[in-house]
């Protein structure tokens, strides 16, 4: 069987995963990339595991279907509920020589260096909080740091319509934010566990005390990412260099195309898919 060669692949829920994907390409523009947003059936953090782990399959599958070799799951619920199973039951199924990578490790990897009292704030979904996923991981890796955990269910719906720059917004970033703090006054670092709240910063930096640091995942994703293409020339070598992005969604592409604006100029290649 000969190898396939195709672009870089990127699938969330929803938009979220755009601000993973563009913290990828500023670091490494040359390759080729096409995205793959579940709009249509978005949000995933309110859905069961095995609903999950089918979408994202499925997901995965079309990203396949397209040439890639590799596609990064940009989505922490789906990484918490269908990575693994995707990795071990059904990729030797589909085709050894591919990979699917997600999110949530090389954050759990990266985290240990920002916290200082060992106490570290965890927002995300209510699907990557209830697998526990951030805690197990990170005690695995650094069982001397706590995590202090909460779920942001309006977050994700903020995004999805464009409101995240609403003032509406601000009660439900307020609360999120005040519960988690209430957890523990130790807590100095705060990482966005879903890729959706990046488009929520601004207002998430408002209610956070100022001495505590607030990480997104895009940079920590795109420098894992690299470190893996050198550690992996095989891989690499396989991905096209055309410098091109492309997006499918399952909702209307014109729709996608809007929201999408916060984060390209000029009209997008969108697609919809059914
Ligand atoms: N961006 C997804 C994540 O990182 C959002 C999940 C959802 O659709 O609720 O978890």
């Known amino acids: 069987m000969s190898l396939v060669c195709g672009p870089?692949?990127?699938?969330?829920?929803?938009?979220?995963?755009?601000?993973?994907?563009?913290?990828?390409?500023?670091?490494?523009?040359?390759?080729?990339?096409?995205?793959?947003?579940?709009?249509?059936?978005?949000p995933y953090g309110t859905r069961s595991f095995d609903v999950v782990y089918q979408y994202t399959l499925e997901c995965v599958n079309k990203l396949f279907d397209l040439s890639s070799p590799l596609a990064i799951i940009a989505c922490n619920t789906a990484s918490a509920k269908a990575l693994r199973t995707i990795q071990q039951n059904d990729l030797p199924r589909i085709d050894a020589t591919r990979r699917v990578l997600g999110v949530?490790?090389?954050s759990v990897e990266a985290i240990g260096e920002y916290t200082r009292t060992g106490h570290v704030g965890v927002f995300a979904t209510q699907g990557t909080v209830d697998s526990l996923s951030y805690p197990m991981e990170l005690q695995k890796l650094r069982p001397d740091i706590t995590v202090h955990q909460q779920s942001c269910p309006m977050w994700v719906p903020l995004v999805e319509n464009s409101e995240y720059n609403d003032e509406g917004a601000d009660y439900f970033v307020r609360k999120y934010c005040d519960a988690l703090m209430s957890q523990s006054d130790k807590i100095d670092v705060v990482i966005l566990a879903?890729?959706?709240?990046?488009?929520?910063?601004?207002k998430i930096r408002k209610y956070i005390p100022s001495d505590v640091k607030v990480i997104c995942q895009g940079d920590i994703v795109a420098h894992s990412?690299?470190?893996?293409?050198?550690?992996?020339?095989?891989?690499?070598?396989?991905?096209?260099r055309?410098?091109?992005?492309?997006?499918?969604?399952?909702?209307?592409?014109?729709?996608?195309?809007?929201?999408?604006?916060?984060?390209?100029?000029?009209?997008l290649d969108v697609q919809q898919l059914t």
């Open 104 to 106: 949530i490790r090389p």
């Open 242 to 267: 055309g410098g091109t992005v492309r997006f499918l969604t399952t909702e209307n592409p014109h729709k996608f195309k809007f929201t999408a604006k916060v984060f390209f100029s000029g009209d």
């Open 194 to 202: 879903c890729t959706h709240y990046p488009l929520l910063l601004p």
């Open 8 to 42: 870089l692949a990127f699938f969330d829920s929803g938009y979220g995963g755009l601000t993973i994907m563009e913290s990828v390409r500023s670091l490494l523009p040359q390759y080729d990339y096409v995205y793959l947003g579940d709009n249509a059936r978005n």
């Open 225 to 240: 990412l690299k470190d893996y293409l050198e550690r992996h020339p095989e891989m690499e070598s396989r991905l096209t």
